[in-house]
Each structure stands twice: as C-alpha cells, then as structure tokens.
C-alpha cells in the first residue's frame, strides 16, 4: 500500500512538473517569435523612416535623360509601391566615389519560399539616373508581410492621399509634408500552427526638405485649426 501511495504522489508530481514545463516552453516559443516579428519589423521601420524622412527632389526639371529626382508612390489593396530619391546614402568602403544620393524603391512580391505570404523588397542604386525605378541592389527588408501600406500628407490641403506622384499635374516636383507608413507582419500562432498572429506597425515620418503644412489665415489661432492631428508641423 506503501509504495502504491507512492508511486501515486510521484505520478502527481510528474504530471504538475510536466504541465509546469510545458507552459514554460510554450510561453518561451511565443516570446521568441514576438521578438523576432518585433526586431524583424523594427530594423525595416527604421530604414524606412530615415530614407523617407532625407527624400528630396531637385528643381532643375530639364536635364532628361541624366539626372532625375521623383517621388511616386501608387497604391495597391495590400502592399503599396514607392520610388523616390534620397539622402539617405551611406558609403560602406573608404575612399569609394559615392555621395549620400540615392534612389530607392520600395514593393512587395510573393515569397518564393512561402506562394501565401508577401516579402517587403528594398531596391537602392547609388546613383540617380533618368530611371528612378531601375538598376541597383535588391534585397529583402521583411517577409510575412500582410499588408504594407502608405498615405501622403499634402502640405497645401492639410489632407492625408492615398497616392502621390511628382511627375503628375497635382503635385508637380513636390514632396509630401509626411508619409504614414503602416507595416503588418504575420507568424503562425505557436499555441495552434493553425492559426496567424497579426502584429501592426505604424509610424508618421516627416521629410526634412519639405515645405510646411499652409495655415489658413481665417482659422483660429493662428491658423492652427486648420492643422492636421500633428501639432507644430
């Protein structure tokens, strides 16, 4: 009976010790998979926001064929396409004939390990050209991405636009005041590898060379009213 009872408190035991594993590693994987989504979707958010925010264009609007500076960004259901000149240029071996100029693209294509999932893809050339759009180094900047989406604020409407094209009739060589940038990764949920988590991202990143917001001389206070939700731009 001794050892009947025994053996029934050392199963207990075993049974609590397993149960209390099992929740650790769990709570391990998940924790694990957060922070790789989170530093996955961080490193690209901040590349983004610092070419964004150097974004500039040149007022020589002649010099075809050689030298050309847009900033278009169209917009998709999912993940939007962006393409503009930068100051964001960063010289990785001394001495090289670089400066800090630079054209970036910004789009999404399937993942060709996963046909379910879309992968967030950088294109930079160190040089500006007549093709803003072409040549250069392509690499992926996230994957598992659900959605990528961007909205552009027009410094003389105060309004937020879904798309923005410098070489249109609108927005003739000129840069938004700000792009909102929303990035959504998405990972198997480690409690059921059937379902997906979702984790959202979402930053206002102001270009430095852009002209400030146009206050409206018959609004209050100064014009403030007629601001968007971002005070003192």
Not at 46 to 63: G, H, V, Y
Not at 89 to 97: I, L
Not at 170 to 175: A, D, G
Not at 217 to 228: K, L, R
Request: aromatic share 6%.
């Amino acid at each position: 009976v001794e050892v009947v009872v025994s053996l029934a408190v050392l199963s207990m035991i075993g049974v609590m010790a397993w149960t209390t594993m099992s929740s650790t590693l769990m709570a391990r994987d998940l924790l694990q998979q957060e922070d790789e989504i989170d530093r996955s979707a961080r490193s690209a958010m901040d590349r983004i926001q610092r070419e964004i925010s150097l974004a500039f264009l040149t007022k020589n609007l002649q010099a075809l064929q050689s030298y050309q500076t847009v900033f278009v960004g169209k917009d998709s259901s999912d993940c939007d396409q962006i393409w503009f000149a930068s100051k964001s240029h960063r010289r990785t071996r001394k001495a090289a004939r670089e400066s800090d100029q630079t054209e970036i693209t910004l789009w999404c294509e399937s993942d060709p390990d996963n046909r379910n999932r879309s992968v967030l893809l950088h294109r930079e050339s160190q040089r500006i050209d007549h093709e803003p759009d072409k040549d250069g180094a392509i690499a992926p900047l996230a994957r598992n991405v659900e959605r990528f989406d961007l909205r552009y604020l027009d410094n003389r409407t105060g309004e937020w636009t879904d798309e923005w094209d410098s070489l249109g009739s609108e927005q003739t060589n000129r840069l938004p005041r700000a792009v909102q940038v929303v990035l959504v990764l998405v990972a198997e949920d480690p409690m059921d590898k059937d379902e997906l988590v979702e984790r959202t991202y979402v930053s206002t990143v102001f270009i430095e060379t852009a002209p400030r917001l146009q206050r409206s001389a018959t609004a209050s206070n100064g014009g403030a009213a007629n601001t968007p939700f971002l005070p003192g731009r």
